[in-house]
């Protein structure tokens, strides 16, 4: 499998503006050039195939000051041979991406990197390296299914920082407890559990990233919410945070996992204790379970999965 990252500098409007003799009909192998390069379709996503391979395409406007019209367009294609492939797989991955590489300021220089005369040479380099650096995590979160064909989840992971969402991510994929790095923005993790792909994009809780948790909520399988039951001062803060989440029109109906973590630091909050300081009681609109858990011993947490997994793999 290939990826391919393509950026066209000013172009606008379909590629193949004539053809030439213009009186023979316009082939099959035509048809399927101009589609991929046809960016007045308003498609952003599409499949091509040539020979025995296929392309899953993402087509997206990067806004640019160096550009006419402040406009360029870029394609990010992947580029795969395995018959039993539904290119459909690739359209949230990719779609992810491209929000991902557009969040960042003035990512556009980093495609300058062969033109000369423009800007910063420093400047442009590092913005290509960050470039760079989004593929590579691209490639490792691209669904490990879509070569097994497991079955695929993917996790929306929240919640206030210091809770133990990456301790709990981090025991999950390697079944043992490991000492996390603070997590700036964004982790994205690929493991399998129990014979299930699952995709978690582990979300940075500092206040500063809180508001830009909505950017990542594009069709998560499942909301796990994780709170330190310890940190008694902070309720109110993560009860606003975990509300603000499921007041979003885009996560309506998605089954919400509530892991209450660090029990291992002492038992005296019970589950009741939790569900009344965090009013869960409120929530009707989808279906909600909680676990007491521990990233450290593992407890609780395998519980949530199985939950998950009852409710969601058929
Ligand atoms: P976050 O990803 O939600 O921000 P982290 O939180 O996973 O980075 O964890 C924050 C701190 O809490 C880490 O401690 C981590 O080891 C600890 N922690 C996470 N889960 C548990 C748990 O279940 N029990 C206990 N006792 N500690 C836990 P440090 O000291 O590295 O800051
Ligand atoms: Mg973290």
Redesign the pocket.
């Known amino acids: 499998m290939v990826i391919l990252l393509t950026y066209f500098h000013r172009i606008r409007g379909p590629s193949i503006l004539c053809k030439i003799p213009e009186d023979e009909e316009v082939s099959e192998q035509d048809k399927e050039v101009s589609r991929l390069l046809d960016f007045a379709g308003n498609k952003k996503f599409f499949i091509h195939s040539f020979d025995n391979f296929k392309t899953a395409n993402y087509y997206f406007e990067v806004p640019s000051e160096w550009a006419r019209g402040k406009k360029e367009m870029a394609l990010i294609s992947i580029t795969y041979s395995e018959d039993n492939i539904d290119g459909e797989i690739f359209r949230i991955p990719l779609a992810e991406f491209v929000i991902e590489l557009l969040s960042k300021k003035d990512i556009f220089k980093g495609f300058y990197v062969h033109i000369s005369g423009h800007g910063d040479v420093d400047e442009i380099n590092e913005k290509n390296a960050e470039i760079k650096d989004l593929l590579q995590n691209f490639s490792k979160v691209l669904p490990k299914s879509i070569i097994t064909k497991k079955k695929s989840l993917k996790l929306f992971v929240f919640?206030?920082?210091?809770?133990?969402?990456?301790?709990?991510l981090?025991r999950l994929r390697r079944n043992e407890?490991v000492?996390?790095?603070?997590?700036l923005n964004l982790n994205l993790l690929n493991f399998i559990l129990d014979n299930v792909n699952l995709v978690a994009w582990?979300l940075?809780?500092q206040i500063g990233f809180r508001r830009s948790w909505r950017n990542y909520l594009k069709e998560p399988n499942v909301l796990v919410f994780?709170i330190?039951i310890h940190d008694k001062d902070r309720y109110v803060e993560a009860k606003k945070e975990l509300f603000r989440i499921l007041d979003y029109p885009e996560s309506s109906g998605i089954p919400l996992l509530i892991l209450a973590?660090?029990?291992?630091?002492g038992t005296s909050i019970s589950k009741k204790n939790v569900i009344k300081e965090l009013e869960l009681n409120k929530i009707k609109d989808r279906e909600w379970n909680m676990y007491l858990?521990?990233?450290?011993?593992g407890e609780g947490i395998y519980n949530g999965m199985h939950w998950i997994f009852k409710k969601l793999i058929t």
């Open positions: 919640g206030l920082d210091r809770a133990g969402k990456t301790s709990i981090e407890f000492k996390t790095n603070r997590t582990d940075g809780g994780v330190d973590n660090k029990k291992d630091l858990t521990s990233a450290v011993t």
